[in-house]
């Protein structure tokens, strides 16, 4: 089985940094893309960032200059670190990550459980 993990998340106020982490575990070959969404209430879930194993990445317009993803391939760890945060900003974030399982061939995308950013104006 995979698990992800995440961690940090919280309550700040508006022009804040937070930073999340997320760790990947389990009966993992390799890991393509991993990525942060959230999703606000009422709303759907969008993305937030996505990295891929070589560092290319990718960011929703809304966080472009504000949020950074990095990852650890060794580590299987993927982490965003959100300047000058909004209350918009403010939604239940999702780590994700594709792994090709062990004695696999195809990806698969996994996700984690949710960590709530809370952005007080």
């Known amino acids: 089985q995979v698990e992800l993990v995440e961690s940090g998340g919280g309550l700040v106020q508006a022009g804040g940094s937070l930073g999340l982490s997320c760790s990947a575990s389990?009966?993992?070959?390799?890991?393509?893309?991993m990525g942060w969404y959230r999703q606000a209430p009422g709303k759907q879930r969008e993305l937030v960032a996505t990295i891929t194993s070589g560092g290319s990445t990718n960011y929703a317009e809304s966080v472009k200059g504000r949020f950074t993803i990095s990852r650890d391939n060794a580590k299987k760890m993927v982490d965003l670190q959100m300047n000058s945060l909004k209350p918009d900003d403010t939604a239940v974030y999702y780590c994700?990550?594709?792994?090709?399982?062990?004695?696999?061939?195809?990806?698969?995308?996994?996700w984690g459980q949710g960590t709530q950013v809370t952005v007080s104006s």
């Open positions: 994700s990550a594709d792994v090709r399982r062990s004695g696999r061939i195809s990806y698969s995308t996994y």
């Open positions: 389990g009966s993992i070959s390799s890991i393509n893309v």
